[in-house]
Nanobody, 122 residues
């Protein structure tokens, strides 16, 4: 089994910063692309940022210049640094990763974390 656990969410004022972390554990052989999604109440889940195993990144337009995604391949962790937060960034944030498990190296599994709440409000 492979698990992802997010941490770092909370309440922050507009203009503030938060850093989300995602830790992968279990029977991991390799991690491919890591993503951060978010889902606001009444809205569909949205892909926010992506980082490939070789460090290439991509962002949704609404967070470009404010959010930075990163990863540490040696530690099987990923982070999302969020600056200049706006009320519109309020959502549950989810980490997702494509994983090769030690017990099945021929299939990539898409694994999700449980989510962490980010609330931007004065």
């Amino acid at each position: 089994q492979v698990q992802l656990v997010e941490s770092g969410g909370g309440l922050v004022q507009p203009g503030g910063s938060l850093r989300l972390s995602c830790a992968a554990s279990g029977s991991i052989f390799s991690i491919g692309t890591m993503d951060w999604y978010r889902q606001a109440p009444g809205k569909e889940r949205e892909l926010v940022a992506t980082v490939t195993s070789d460090g290439r990144t991509n962002y949704v337009d609404s967070v470009k210049g404010r959010f930075t995604i990163s990863r540490d391949n040696a530690k099987n962790t990923g982070d999302l640094q969020m600056n200049s937060l706006k009320p519109g960034d309020t959502a549950v944030y989810y980490c997702s990763a494509a994983v090769l498990a030690t017990y099945d190296r021929s299939n990539w599994y898409n694994v999700w974390g449980q989510g962490t709440q980010v609330t931007v409000s004065s």
